[in-house]
């Protein structure tokens, strides 16, 4: 389905937000009576490429950080997990880290306060970005948050063409964050124009409703949305549905639905790095997609039951104990 090129050293390049996440510590109650957090990396393409080193992939990072405290952090805790950080840039204009602040009031109600003016990871530019390194890897992991400003937006835009002209597969996760885009509208079109060129796309269902809207078809049906992207260079379209699970749908018209693992849920944001991380992961070992999907809803129902996310990130031997204790859902 989707050729990875062995003979190359890196598995995965990330491109998109770094930023810290601060997680209250007192949960079960809303964010004006909290008075402590946890500091953790955070962002979503980091998330992924965390999430995949802890499983063994060879993983690098394009990215802009801060030149302060917090960018310092990031970068350390990404040398730390073994991804490479060669191409991630210390801005000079005095941007800032974003700041994500979790709210956990209960298991099912979560929310995220994001901090996002001035932020260094939205300055990445389109003459920081380095064929070579692209060209490195089996794969490039473009994140939709990174496409919201420029000239973060030109950078990946550049990124992707130079994937496609040395025959990286590009996955792209859509990743849609309100509060970092103008209008939904913005976010369809820029989103569409990755999504065009993408050999693998995953998003939850209300995120490729926003490409959908673009076209008229804000009911379009989960087969309607994964036809549409796989009649462009998607060979597979991933489309998330939190905890009632996946579906895979394939170019050769196959499709895969994925159950989940039930646990004792803490929070809900972080399942979706989790499963793609560990979803690519088994991807690029060859395994086939219901396989994948199991892997990936093993490693969601492990960091939704805790506290952190880039943190809780499991390994492989977790992933395979959920997988056999069974008792999948839906």
């Known amino acids: 389905m989707l050729c990875f090129d062995q003979?190359?050293?890196?598995?995965?390049?990330?491109?998109?937000?770094?930023?810290?996440?601060?997680?209250?510590?007192?949960?079960?109650?809303?964010?004006?009576?909290?008075?402590?957090?946890?500091?953790?990396v955070g962002g979503s393409p980091a998330n992924i490429a965390i999430a995949g080193a802890k499983l063994g992939l060879k993983t690098g990072f394009i990215g802009k950080i801060s030149n302060d405290q917090h960018g310092r952090f990031i970068h350390?805790?990404?040398e730390q997990k073994g991804i490479d950080t060669s191409h991630?840039?210390?801005?000079?204009?005095?941007?800032?880290?974003?700041?994500?602040?979790t709210e956990i009031k209960s298991p099912s109600d979560c929310s995220i306060l994001m901090y996002r003016d001035h932020v260094a990871d939205l300055l990445l530019h389109p003459s920081e970005?380095?064929?070579g390194y692209i060209a490195s890897a089996k794969?490039?992991?473009?994140?939709?948050?990174?496409?919201?400003?420029?000239p973060s937006r030109e950078a990946v835009i550049k990124a992707l063409a130079l994937a496609k002209r040395n025959s990286v597969p590009?996955?792209?996760?859509?990743?849609?964050r309100p509060y970092t885009w103008s209008s939904r509208e913005e976010a369809g079109i820029y989103a569409s124009i990755v999504a065009e060129k993408s050999d693998v796309i995953f998003g939850g269902r209300d995120e490729f409703l926003l490409m959908e809207y673009m076209i008229n078809r804000p009911n379009a049906s989960d087969s309607e949305i994964a036809d549409r992207w796989l009649q462009h260079?998607?060979?597979?379209?991933?489309?998330?549905?939190?905890?009632?699970?996946?579906?895979?749908?394939?170019?050769?018209?196959?499709?895969y639905a994925g159950s989940i693992y039930p646990t004792d849920v803490v929070k809900t944001f972080g399942a979706g790095d989790s499963f793609a991380g560990a979803f690519l992961y088994g991807l690029m070992q060859g395994k086939v997609i219901s396989v994948c999907q199991n892997m990936g809803?093993?490693?969601?129902?492990?960091?939704?039951?805790?506290?952190?996310c880039s943190d809780a990130m499991p390994t492989l031997e977790q992933i395979e104990g959920v997988i056999a204790a069974g008792s999948r859902q839906g």
């Open 7 to 40: 003979t190359k050293p890196l598995d995965m390049i990330a491109i998109g937000r770094l930023c810290i996440d601060l997680n209250a510590n007192e949960i079960n109650r809303p964010m004006e009576d909290s008075s402590t957090f946890t500091k953790y």
């Open 76 to 78: 350390r805790y990404l």
């Open 88 to 101: 991630i840039v210390v801005d000079r204009t005095g941007a800032v880290t974003g700041l994500a602040f």
């Open 129 to 131: 970005i380095d064929e």
């Open 139 to 150: 794969s490039l992991l473009i994140s939709g948050t990174a496409l919201a400003q420029s």
């Open 170 to 176: 590009v996955i792209f996760d859509i990743d849609y």
């Open 233 to 255: 260079t998607a060979k597979l379209v991933l489309i998330k549905h939190g905890g009632d699970g996946s579906i895979a749908y394939l170019a050769d018209g196959s499709q």
């Open 297 to 308: 809803a093993a490693a969601a129902s492990i960091v939704v039951a805790s506290h952190s």
